[in-house]
């Protein structure tokens, strides 16, 4: 997760201010980043990975690193778009590959609280970038960044290679009989949760790529640039541990309806308070969110049904994608019209509250089908 999605995905928005690119283009290099992520997860959901998945995850995951590290070492755009493709690709199967595989382990020894200590990688990632981007832009400028970056994801893929082994796959990947409760009919919120999670993508995916480059563009606050995607690291480190205990104790719908509203709130705080506390909190809310977000809807739409876990992440990943697909280029064409990033930002909070509106009516929907007991209780009624 820190190699592919803190360091592979998130290092180009802090990166991007110092690349000397257009808006469109810069926008068009994040689509092009998320399309390839769509294709990835649709990749694993058609085509059966399960016998072979930690050796495709392997194969990606070196894929991955070369498409960060050439970043820096090639100069034509042709070559760009293809490599933040294959980076998009190579995140999008480990991404859903690992998930299965440790989603699994955990629920096979009764350890669902520790998921979000997994997706607690991203934060790091993010965070980790924050510190080494400066430095390696100090040493060799942008480009330097990326080759620095690739660098530090090849020094820490060993720890992956050696630790997961494909002696134990099929019989940790097994479902038990227990893990297929409820799966003989499928779950009314399913869809209601697919779609808020779409919207999801799209809004968060307009902070998550230009929140460094929005903050340089305010004379007053550039310094803070860099600074912000620090407190995002910080804040996503931990906090899908925080959810994952707060959904223990409160319910998961009422934890997601709590995290969409917050995030929609910090990325609409550094357009109320376009000063430093303004940028602080909208980055601390944003990080504290969106992997949460990730964490909740992931654990529960396996919980659904779990027959098929690597699929049903992929369909549900997918959606999430293509919502990332259209968010950075809505946020183009919102910035180019409107000489600024006020739209985009308005934009993105709004989808956010129509992803909330989207689990409430699913969340009302199960209700009235008696399936309120498994998703609006404390989390350990999500435990089969």
Not at 3 to 18: K, S
Not at 226 to 232: G, N, T
Not at 249 to 258: F, P, Q, T, V
Request: hydrophobic share 50%; aromatic share 14%.
């Amino acid at each position: 997760m820190i190699i592919v999605m803190g360091i592979g995905r998130f290092a180009y928005t802090p990166i991007l201010p110092y690349m000397n690119i257009t808006k469109s283009m810069a926008g068009y290099l994040a689509s092009l980043n998320y399309l390839g992520y769509l294709a990835g997860t649709l990749f694993v959901s058609f085509f059966n990975l399960r016998r072979y998945e930690s050796i495709y995850l392997k194969i990606f995951l070196v894929l991955n690193i070369f498409t960060t590290l050439l970043m820096g070492v090639v100069s034509n755009y042709t070559f760009w778009y293809l490599l933040r493709f294959f980076s998009g690709f190579s995140s999008g199967v480990v991404f859903v590959l690992v998930s299965s595989i440790v989603l699994q382990v955990l629920k096979k020894h009764n350890m669902q609280i520790f998921n979000g200590l997994f997706y607690s990688g991203v934060g790091i990632g993010i965070f980790l970038c924050s510190i080494l981007v400066p430095f390696f832009i100090s040493i060799n400028g942008w480009k330097g960044s990326w080759i620095g970056l690739g660098c530090t994801s090849l020094f820490l893929s060993p720890i992956v290679f050696l630790s997961i082994r494909s002696s134990t796959e099929n019989q940790l990947l097994q479902p038990s009989e227990s893990s297929q409760i409820k799966n003989d009919k499928q779950h009314p919120l399913f869809i209601w949760l697919i779609l808020s999670y779409g919207c999801e993508g799209i809004g968060y995916i307009i902070t998550g790529t230009f929140l460094v480059d929005m903050v340089k563009e305010v004379p007053d606050l550039k310094h803070f640039a860099m600074l912000s995607w620090a407190f995002v690291g910080l804040a996503a480190a931990p906090s899908c541990i925080i959810w994952s205990w707060i959904a223990n104790k409160y319910g998961d719908i009422k934890s997601l309806y709590a995290a969409y509203l917050l995030q929609a709130a910090g990325i609409l705080l550094p357009l109320i308070l376009p000063n430093f506390i303004g940028v602080l909190l909208g980055a601390l809310l944003f990080g504290g969110t969106f992997m949460g977000i990730t964490t909740l809807t992931v654990s529960n739409v396996q919980y659904m049904s779990s027959k098929n876990s690597s699929k049903l992440i992929g369909y549900l990943t997918a959606v999430y994608g293509l919502g990332q697909i259209i968010g950075p280029i809505a946020a183009s064409i919102l910035t180019k019209w409107y000489g600024n990033y006020v739209l985009a930002q308005i934009f993105a909070a709004a989808i956010i509250g129509l992803g909330l509106l989207c689990l409430i009516i699913g969340s009302r929907k199960a209700e009235k089908e008696n399936y309120h007991d498994v998703f609006f209780n404390d989390g350990n009624d999500l435990i089969p």
